[in-house]
């Protein structure tokens, strides 16, 4: 009859035991005092400012807000519409500029009109400009009409420069 017995042994032990659950009680030191509202709002406050000032990680070399991106856009800035004394980033031609992780750069813009008389230097002289700023692999122009450019594309500073303010 001792084998038995042994054997139950033997099945008990290999029966997992489940842990003691967590209990917030368990944790919490009730010696403390109680946090009050303005503490907490400090607290909070304090998180916010942390996260609302953390910079992107350097490592990435392009992508949305990368030091490249932003010269590309400082760069674009510099170009003027012939006809208008507003830089063309200001004047809502610029759709968009992607820059990959490995620098390469997708300017998607449009033109006031198609008819307009710099439709065939305009795209080129973009090109270039994007090309030429250090650490850009390639560039490259992408001309949509779709959506067409209207005067609500542009910034308040062109606005204020045109007087349309």
């Not at 500029?97 to 198609?114: C, K, N, Q, R, Y």
Request: hydrophobic share 35%.
């Amino acid at each position: 009859m001792n084998k038995p017995e042994k054997e139950n042994e033997f099945v008990a032990a290999e029966t997992p035991q489940k842990p003691p659950r967590a209990r917030v009680s368990d944790v919490v030191d009730t010696e403390l005092e109680p946090e009050t509202a303005g503490e907490k709002l400090e607290r909070k406050r304090d998180y916010l400012e942390g996260f609302l000032q953390k910079k992107p990680e350097g490592d990435a070399v392009g992508g949305a807000g990368s030091a490249l991106q932003q010269a590309v856009i400082d760069a674009l800035k510099e170009i003027y519409d012939p006809e208008i004394p507003v830089n063309i980033y200001d004047l809502g031609l610029i759709y968009g500029v992607e820059v990959s992780e490995d620098a390469d750069v997708e300017v998607i813009m449009t033109l006031t009109t198609p008819h307009c008389p710099v439709a065939e230097s305009m795209p080129g002289e973009v090109e270039l400009r994007a090309a030429s700023v250090p650490g850009v692999r390639d560039a490259e122009v992408n001309l949509v009409w779709d959506p067409p450019w209207s005067p609500e594309k542009m910034t308040d500073e062109a606005r204020l420069e045109l007087g349309m303010l």
